[in-house]
């Protein structure tokens, strides 16, 4: 059970999509405050010179990591156009930076997205804004993949969708087991890329081919 107190629990949960118009306002005196008792609880002195603002940078670094908490990736693929075009779309090595949910430390890769369009495509740099929006989140990476391809599968009412994520957790490289140069991948395959192995082998060669 939560310890949190109701009044203080989010409105909702992150894994449902924003209301439109949500216009959420991060707390950043909150954040300024905790930050320093951080330093405090550490035995550092909060208010020694480089220290003295560091509560102020990280409140406004939080506002812009987790800014993807009060956004809807789904606007991001309203637009679409008609075109005659069955085969695979792929969006390859979509650079994307996160924060893993478990320490509050990044990690960050590279996402890859493919579709087979049912008549209807979307703009190629729709597919990187629905990444920046689903990364800038406390996150797994593996609910960030599906997430990603329930997306593109749902919205633009594909035959297909897949996501393919590799990414590098500093929560492996920077404590813990201490790993550096590991990589962690993930994938989720919807529709056609799913059922027909043809598709899926034409996706993997296409996008780890030529290493």
């Known amino acids: 059970m939560s310890n949190i107190p109701p009044a203080e629990r989010p409105a909702r949960s992150r894994r449902e999509a924003p209301p439109e118009g949500a216009g959420f306002v991060v707390d950043q005196e909150r954040i300024r405050k905790a930050v320093r008792e951080i330093l405090l609880a550490v035995g550092e002195e909060p208010d020694r010179d480089g220290l003295e603002e560091t509560p102020d940078r990280v409140a406004r670094m939080y506002a812009e990591i987790f800014s993807g908490l009060h956004a809807d990736p789904r606007v991001h693929l309203k637009k679409t156009f008609a075109v005659r075009a069955d085969e695979m779309v792929l969006q390859k090595d979509i650079d994307f930076a996160s924060v893993c949910e478990h320490h509050l430390l ?11 369009p049912e008549a209807r495509v979307v ?7 629905i990444v920046e929006v689903v990364s800038h989140r406390p996150q797994v990476q593996e609910r960030m993949t599906e997430e990603l391809a329930d997306l593109v599968m749902n919205e633009l009412g594909a035959r297909g ?20 140069g590991s990589t962690c991948i993930t994938s989720a395959m919807r529709g056609t890329f799913q059922s027909n192995p043809a598709t899926r082998a034409e996706l993997l060669s296409l996008v780890f081919g030529h290493r």
């Open 123 to 129: 703009g190629l740099s729709k597919m990187a804004r």
């Open 106 to 116: 990044p990690f960050m890769g590279k996402a890859h997205i493919a579709y087979l």
């Open 161 to 180: 969708a897949a996501v393919i994520i590799e990414a590098t957790h500093t929560c492996m490289t920077i404590r813990g087991v201490r790993k550096p």
